[in-house]
């Protein structure tokens, strides 16, 4: 049950006459010179056998690795390296920490740097600080460059207010200069990081460059699974703890979200002075990352206990019952966030494609918590809010991106605008007339009362089953997906 949810200034902490004065060259103000962090030879503190869930990516930055280590076996082969690595994936998958392993394990000079420390207010100093960074590279070669979201200076050109003439423009030219120009960076290879390739100049894509790009997507439940071990390493874990049940009760959650779960656990450990991470404190913590800390001190009205009660129920009670609903967990009414009331479902496989029916069932799921208040207490309530807009979201993809409609037909619609000047996605270009999107509205509004009204026929041929989860839930607040099934399916016997 979901609720809604430039002024410049020189000298940090002055006022006034603030001045900006430039003396004396290189030594009193070293503008030009590249603000990167060379890490030599060193002994590792983070290596790729701490990285796991990527195994793919592993893999291709070991060959890198390799050659290296071992150049005189690829030049023999004839085989090039490839010059650049472009990490992209989801915020929080590892990119950086894969380039924090590859620099303890390269055995090489490994010059790290931020993309948005080449970009400066005078005009000049990026492509200055990229010229210095790859001299630097280059006098300590074979070596790494690792560039860190470089979408900051890696931008699709013409898309700002300076045109070609910008400080960002000019730093990007120096890099694809510097990458494979006349006096390519040889012996340097360069790894770089980004959220956002979609964004990036395809200049600075194309083979030669960055000849090689990698996604680092969120881990399925394996990867999940063997990030856990690696987080729950050296730190005392229960041995009634099931890694293997947290792995499948997080879809979609990063490495970075895995290590947070992991160190919340721990947190409670300690809170509850315990000595043990056990499974409690693990799947408390899974809530506490998905919907935020319960909120037992806040004092609502029995009438809200009841209708976030029927409204779980609702929900709990309709994954149950259709073809395609995932696995009831835990139903609860105690308030988390800005929730007052959850129901965690587990997928019952990880899936990649989805049909038109299991589409059509998750829209079911998402609206039996307002049928169900409908039905029972007379009139709705504004709780539905999260869901329906999940709800419209679905049914809109289904017309407009899947071709999930009749009238429609097999085509999607709504092309991302190409030059926009924030980004290429920011608007949609329009390609149908006004009865179109009428038409469009029409089917998404079709598919939703459908599912409405299918949804209404589960809830009233399952009363009985609705009346007894609410019931339990009013009694216990909590209750496991072993005692949902239970109930439903008592409810559901002849002469219940």
């Known amino acids: 049950m979901g609720g809604s949810a430039g002024t410049f200034s020189y000298g940090y902490g002055r006022s006034g006459n603030n001045r900006c004065v430039l003396q004396g060259g290189a030594k009193s103000m070293p503008y030009g010179r590249s603000n990167n962090k060379l890490r030599a030879k060193e002994k590792p503190k983070v290596t790729l056998k701490d990285v796991a869930g990527v195994d793919e990516v592993r893999q291709s930055l070991e060959e890198v ?14 085989a090039r390296v490839p010059s650049g ?21 390269a055995g090489v000079a490994f010059f790290s740097i931020s993309a948005s420390e080449f970009v400066e207010m005078f005009v000049g100093v990026g492509a200055s600080r ?9 006098k300590s070669a074979p070596s790494i460059v690792f560039i860190d979201e470089i979408d900051a200076v890696g931008r699709e050109r013409g898309t700002g207010l300076g045109g070609g003439h910008d400080e960002r423009e000019q730093t990007l030219n ?3 200069v510097e990458m494979d120009g006349f006096g390519g960076a040889k012996g340097v290879i360069v790894i770089a990081a980004t959220n956002r390739p979609d964004i990036l100049d395809p200049a600075l894509l194309r083979p030669g ?8 997507d969120k881990p399925d439940i394996g990867g999940r699974l063997e990030i856990l071990k690696v987080h729950t390493a050296g730190k005392p874990l229960s041995t009634e703890a099931d890694l293997g049940v947290i792995a499948r009760r997080t879809p979609g959650f990063t490495g970075a979200d895995i290590g947070n779960l992991v160190n919340e656990a721990a947190l409670l450990a300690i809170r509850r002075q315990k000595t043990q991470i056990g499974m409690q404190e693990l799947e408390e913590a899974t809530e506490l990352v998905v919907a935020g800390p319960e909120r037992k001190s806040r004092i609502i009205s029995e009438k809200e206990r009841t209708i976030a009660a029927y409204h779980e129920a609702g929900h709990a009670l309709v994954s149950t019952m259709v073809d395609h609903g995932d696995t009831v967990h835990k139903v609860s009414i105690i308030q988390r966030g800005r929730s007052g009331g959850y129901t965690l479902l587990l997928p019952r496989e990880e899936r990649y494609l989805l049909t038109r029916s299991e589409l059509f069932d998750q829209l079911k799921v998402l609206l039996g918590g307002r049928v169900a208040e409908g039905a029972v207490l007379g009139e709705i309530s504004t709780g539905a809010q999260n869901d329906l807009q999940k709800v419209a979201e679905i049914a809109r993809k289904m017309v407009c991106d899947y071709g999930m409609s009749e009238a429609i037909g ?16 920011i608007a949609h270009t329009r390609h149908h007339s006004e009865e179109f999107a009428a038409c469009v509205d029409k089917e998404v509004r079709k598919i939703i009362a459908e ?37 439903v399916e008592t409810a559901s016997l002849p002469g219940k």
């Open 85 to 105: 690595i472009l990490l992209y994936g989801p915020p929080g998958t590892g990119k950086t920490l894969l380039a924090r392993a590859i620099a303890g394990e």
């Open 209 to 216: 460059r960055f000849d090689r790009r990698i996604v680092v």
């Open 410 to 425: 097999p085509m999607a619609f709504g092309q991302a605008e190409d030059q926009v000047f924030l980004g290429r996605d």
């Open 130 to 138: 990229v010229r210095d960074l790859f001299k630097q590279a280059r």
């Open 174 to 176: 120096q890099l694809l």
């Open 65 to 78: 690795l390799e050659f290296l280590k071992h150049p005189k076996k690829f030049r023999e082969m004839g």
């Open 451 to 487: 599912a409405y009204s299918k949804t209404e026929g589960i809830i009233r041929d399952n009363i009985s089953g609705l009346h007894s989860l609410a019931n339990a839930l009013l009694a216990q607040e909590t209750l496991a997906g072993e005692e949902v099934r239970r109930l």
